[in-house]
């Protein structure tokens, strides 16, 4: 169990710069995922951590104590890889006690740490086994079990489920959130440029992008108050819908704004008179739009161009006068609608987002109560 401080942490390769200024305070027992496109630091940063690469400016401090300079093997740091290199000629008991008997540790402690792992990860009945006796997911969890039995301060998981098929990166993916419970007092990092695995797993999100961090904080609070377009738009599947408008009115708490190609919607958004004039960008979730009703204003008025029926819903891909991407609507159940069909879509204005135009979230005084 550990806290863990990066203030103003940067990393180079020779004059490449890949980390910017990471400032992160991660609590105690806390289960971190970072999260963000192929390429945008997020091993590094947890190499990093380790101490698998050495800092280039910044501190890393684990417990109050900076250890910039301390090696990987005294962090108290245990990390789980994508690929889990199990020694092919071994037990998984004898995989698990392997670098307990390089420590030296006495032989009834070492069986108490495998067993205790064994429990935990649901391997008891295969400690006799070869590896090439089990199953992928389950060579994952020996391998997990492998750093369980350090009994590490931090976990760090670096796309441990990368390497499995779609089903079982679904079971791994829930016995890790149990690893996690019964483990409540481990702090745990874990990478993934899988939003659902982000969703699903994390205490906390941080999402980065080229080496800088865009935004912190719980899953639900990136889902409905994502600081910026990028954000808004890597959270959530399909992606939000973004529409350029101007705003051509600002009364109250309300803005008026003109959308090219549909009409205008009035947004609770806190009436800042200096966007007047100004072009902004709406966001709308796929999931957030359904059909207008009779005679209510649309949001988004399109041609559906694509149908997807998928049963427990419907996605419908429009083309919109004026926007070049589609806008995709998550509609619930099979709701039957023709490819060609002219359609009024609305969203409940609580749910609808704006951005600047430098892409940064306005805030809504409705969102903020909600
Ligand atoms: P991610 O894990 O998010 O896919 P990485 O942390 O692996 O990204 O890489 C971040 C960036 O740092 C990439 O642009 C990558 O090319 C670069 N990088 C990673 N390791 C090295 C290295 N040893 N030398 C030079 N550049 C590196
Ligand atoms: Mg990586």
């Known amino acids: 169990m550990a806290e863990l401080k990066l203030t103003n942490v940067d990393k180079?390769?020779?004059?490449?710069?890949?980390?910017?200024?990471?400032?992160?305070?991660?609590?105690?027992?806390?289960?971190?995922?970072?999260?963000g496109p192929s390429g945008c630091g997020k091993s590094t940063l947890l190499r990093c951590i380790a101490g698998l690469e050495q800092i280039t400016d910044g501190t890393l401090e684990i417990d109050g104590m900076v250890v910039n300079d301390v090696p990987p093997s005294q962090r108290g740091i245990a990390m789980v890889f994508q690929t889990y290199a199990l020694y092919p000629h071994m037990t998984v008991y004898d995989n698990m006690a392997f670098g307990l008997?390089?420590?030296k540790m006495s032989r009834q402690e070492i069986d108490r740490r495998v067993n205790n792992a064994a429990e935990i990860l649901q391997l008891t009945p295969y400690l006799d086994r070869l590896p090439k006796a089990l199953s992928g997911g389950q060579r994952q969890r020996v391998a997990i079990g492998r750093s369980i039995c350090r009994d590490p301060k931090v976990f760090l998981f670096d796309e441990p489920l990368s390497n499995l098929d779609a089903a079982l990166r679904v079971a791994t993916r829930i016995e890790i959130a149990r690893l996690n419970e019964?483990?409540?007092?481990?702090?745990?990092?874990?990478?993934?440029?899988?939003?659902?695995?982000?969703?699903?797993?994390?205490?906390?999100i941080v999402v980065l992008r080229s080496g800088y961090v865009e935004q912190v904080g719980a899953p639900m609070e990136l889902y409905h108050r994502p600081a910026n377009l990028f954000v808004a738009r890597f959270i959530g599947s399909p992606s939000m819908n973004v529409l350029a408008a101007t705003v051509t009115n600002v009364s109250g708490d309300l803005i008026d704004v003109d959308i090219p190609g549909t009409g205008a919607a009035h947004l609770p958004f806190g009436g800042d008179a200096g966007l007047k004039g100004k072009t902004v960008q709406v966001g709308v979730r796929p999931e957030d739009l359904r059909l207008s009703a009779e005679g209510e204003e649309a949001l988004v008025t399109g041609i559906v161009d694509i149908v997807e029926a998928l049963g427990e819903v419907t996605l419908l891909y429009l083309r919109v006068a004026g926007h070049d991407e589609p806008i995709i609507a998550k509609l619930v159940g099979d709701v039957k609608i023709e490819r060609g069909a002219t359609v009024h879509l609305s969203a409940d204005p609580v749910n609808l987002h704006l951005f600047d135009s430098d892409g940064l979230a306005i805030s809504s005084a409705a969102r903020a109560a909600a």
């Open 12 to 35: 180079s390769y020779g004059t490449v710069k890949v980390l910017h200024g990471i400032n992160l305070h991660i609590e105690k027992g806390e289960f971190i995922v970072f999260v």
């Open 101 to 103: 008997r390089l420590a």
């Open 182 to 204: 019964q483990m409540a007092d481990t702090t745990m990092i874990y990478v993934t440029h899988d939003q659902v695995e982000a969703m699903t797993l994390a205490d906390r």
